[in-house]
């Protein structure tokens, strides 16, 4: 069983930056993926970027490639999201997920434990 809690987000201008953090309590955060995904309003969760349990496999959606970066502190338990040039398309709520099964999938049904969300809002 693994708990996570996401923080970090707010209000940016379009072209500004935020980091996001997910803080993960429980057993063997370090053998877990994980995963940062988005759900705008009215629209289903999708993939943002994904980051292996030793941190050497990535992976991003095209739409943040070059914008956002994925890491990890396995002994602080937390995995961060580095998410610059902010377009208002990357508004909505941002989650993280640990995936047990490993690998660096980029689907919603891969993850077995999610944390509440944090909200982003990019304004034009």
């Known amino acids: 069983q693994v708990q996570l809690v996401e923080s970090g987000g707010g209000l940016v201008q379009a072209g500004g930056s935020l980091r996001l953090s997910c803080a993960a309590s429980?057993?063997?955060?370090?053998?877990?993926?994980m995963g940062w995904f988005r759900q705008a309003p009215g629209k289903e969760r999708e993939f943002v970027a994904v980051?292996?349990?030793?941190?050497?496999?990535?992976n991003y959606a095209d739409s943040v490639k070059g914008r956002f970066t994925i890491s990890r502190d396995n002994a602080e338990n937390t995995v961060y999201l580095q998410m610059n040039s902010l377009k208002p398309e990357d508004t909505a709520v941002y989650y993280c997920?640990?995936?047990?099964?490993?690998?660096?999938?980029?689907?919603?049904?891969?993850?077995?434990?999610w944390g509440q969300g944090t909200q982003v809002t990019v304004s034009s």
């Open positions: 997920g640990a995936n047990w099964h490993g690998g660096v999938g980029a689907s919603v049904s891969q993850y077995d434990f």
């Open positions: 429980g057993r063997a955060f370090s053998s877990y993926t």
């Open positions: 980051i292996s349990w030793s941190g050497g496999m990535l």
